[in-house]
């Protein structure tokens, strides 16, 4: 089945400087690439997916980048700011045509940024 | 606008016993998929439901179990409690489950076996 690993566990920034998390996945297959945020005691949010007919997506402060060959995507937050700091989660799922569309997450990248 | 609701938000159970867990997915959304979230570490999938048929099962024993009803709302049924299955029990709803579909979480019912 479909592994994802992703990097940093822990990642410390000052506020304003830049902030990558990198994951990688294992299943060809999987074209679907969400990452969440979730802060202390609360739900994952969806903050920007990336879809793999798609190379590089951006949401203002946020951009998600994707190389298929490769196998691995990234999350950028440029101009971080403290209410950035949460645990981010990057995932991976197969589009249409299987019959299991479940997200499979890595373990997780603390982000905290300084003020 | 709702967003998904989960229920209760917090449990206690003595190992053995059973839970229900219960879901109520974004309005419009047909979908609903479970997963558990230990201390620590991503959520992991344990069941996807469409249309009120099972689509998807995580690699869980067969002492888990769901259902999901005709308004799309849906059930978590864990027997035989054990200590590791403490946890957050995460909803999450989509317009139809297929890959791409953005799923949405929940707030999570936290599950404490003692």
């Known amino acids: 089945g479909e592994n994802v690993e992703q990097h940093p566990s822990t990642l410390s920034v000052q506020e304003g400087d830049s902030a990558v998390i990198k994951c990688t996945y294992s299943?060809?297959?999987?074209?679907?690439f969400p990452w969440y945020k979730q802060e202390l005691g609360k739900r994952p949010q969806l903050i920007i997916d990336?879809?793999?007919?798609?190379g590089e997506k951006k949401d203002q402060r946020i951009a998600v980048t994707l190389n298929k060959t490769a196998k691995h995507f990234s999350l950028h937050i440029t101009e971080t700011q403290p209410e950035d700091s949460a645990v981010y989660f990057c995932?991976?799922?197969?589009?249409?045509?299987?019959?299991?569309?479940?997200?499979?997450f890595g373990k997780g990248t603390l982000l905290t940024v300084n003020p | 606008d709702a967003g998904v609701t989960q229920s209760p938000t917090h449990l206690i159970k003595t190992r053995g016993q059973h839970v229900t867990l219960r879901c109520s997915p974004i309005?419009?959304?047909?979908?609903v998929s479970w997963y558990q979230q230990v201390l620590g570490q991503g959520p992991q999938f344990i069941f996807q439901?469409?249309?009120?048929?099972?689509?998807g099962r995580g690699n869980f024993p067969d002492r888990f179990s769901a259902r999901q009803f005709p308004n799309y709302s849906s059930e978590l049924n864990v027997n035989a409690l054990l200590l590791g299955d403490s946890a957050l029990y995460l909803c999450?709803?989509?317009?139809?489950?297929?890959?791409?579909?953005?799923?949405?979480f929940g707030p999570g019912t936290r599950l404490t076996v003692t």
């Open positions: 990336i879809r793999s007919n798609v």
């Open positions: 309005s419009g959304h047909k979908s």
């Open positions: 995932a991976a799922s197969k589009g249409r045509g299987g019959s299991n569309y479940k997200l499979t």
């Open positions: 999450a709803s989509s317009l139809a489950g297929g890959g791409g579909d953005e799923q949405y």
């Open positions: 439901y469409y249309e009120k048929e099972e689509r």
């Open positions: 299943d060809s297959a999987s074209n679907y």
